[in-house]
């Protein structure tokens, strides 16, 4: 017997549901611009420059040990947490006033305190402040390219207002996500680009699915009231979508829960990210074309003007 997480031929009324969803994903919106423009994001040392020092330790590392000694450096923000295995250790340091040559100079004075002991330097990465800046701006532009790519496809390939409710859709998420990092202060780096990146990647899939579906009722059921055919669209997909999303969940779960303290901040983004694209790929992608009048026959192919047979039903 398959696996069933949603029944057969559901008959919710998504959009009344809208009369909520939108007021939800508004404040939501609301909320995470405020975040981000007055208290801002956790910048980390991708974007506002540092160094970052990996080590190896002979045996299981003290972390309290080693952030004690570091602290005795002076250095200001100092990172110190395990990742791979207990003896792995990743330091972050933040960037040093002095320019490329004070970075420098971090390495020299982290390697001393250790010379006494069997450390393994593995990896040491300095990122100065002209190099962050480009790397800061190089992330927004490849969101923003995103996007604008997302509105041609989907426009060449649907409607306009199906190329808007997408952006829409899709922007809903990528500032929600945002809103995540600004509320849990968590190190938004270039793998946080990396998470942005997919989830408008997912969300979108998401989104076109449910697009698909309803062009093809839209071709299908000429007369039916618009918002009748975009419920039956939605229950038709909800199976398809519910599945996918529980089954990346899982995935996203493990790796949040035994993939270490370096990747946890990418998962956790990961995770929201999957949540609020299924959100809004449910609640939000379909009430934005009645919302943009969308109209019912924008679909049908010229000299064909009767409804097939109203007990078609799609299949995912």
């Known amino acids: 017997m398959l696996l069933r997480l949603v029944p057969d031929n559901t008959k919710i009324k998504f959009m009344w549901l809208r009369k909520v969803s939108f007021p ?17 994001l956790n910048y980390g040392i991708d974007f506002k420059g540092g160094t970052i020092i990996e080590i190896k330790t002979d045996g299981p590392a003290d972390i309290g040990a080693i952030r004690s000694r570091l602290s ?16 792995d250790i990743l330091i972050r340091v933040e960037e040093q006033p002095g320019g490329e040559l ?35 701006r190089a992330g927004a ?7 604008l790519a997302i509105l041609f496809y989907i426009w060449f390939r649907f409607e306009w207002q199906f190329a808007v409710g997408a952006i829409l859709t899709t922007a809903n998420d990528v500032v929600i996500t945002v809103g ?55 229950n038709e997909t909800l199976s398809r ?14 790796l949040y829960a035994f993939g270490g303290e370096v990747i946890r901040s990418f998962t956790l983004a990961m995770i929201f990210g999957i949540v609020i694209g299924t959100y809004s790929s449910i ?34």
Request: net charge negative; hydrophobic share 50%; charged share 20%.
């Open 24 to 40: 939800v994903s508004i404040l939501l919106i609301i909320v995470s611009l405020a975040g981000f423009f007055l208290v801002g």
């Open 72 to 87: 005795s450096l002076n250095l200001g923000d100092v990172q110190v947490q395990e990742f791979g295995g207990s003896d």
């Open 102 to 136: 004070a970075q420098q100079s971090v390495v020299s004075r982290v390697r001393t305190i250790f010379e006494d002991d069997n450390v393994d330097f593995r990896r040491v990465e300095v990122v100065g402040p002209r190099v962050s800046s480009e790397l800061a």
């Open 141 to 147: 532009i490849a969101v923003a390219a995103s996007l």
């Open 180 to 234: 995540l990092f600004v509320l849990l202060q968590l190190d938004f780096s270039l793998s946080s680009i990396a998470a942005i990146l997919t989830i408008i990647g997912y969300s979108l899939n998401d989104t076109v699915v449910v697009y698909d579906r309803i062009r093809e009722n839209l071709r299908k059921y000429k007369k039916r009231p618009l918002t009748e055919l975009l419920d039956m669209s939605i």
């Open 241 to 254: 979508t519910t599945m996918t999303s529980v089954t990346t969940l899982l995935a996203l779960i493990a």
């Open 283 to 316: 609640f939000l992608a379909a009430p934005f074309l009645i919302l943009f009048n969308l109209r019912p026959d924008a679909m049908t192919p010229k000299g064909d003007d009767a409804e097939k047979g109203s007990g078609e039903e799609a299949t995912v």
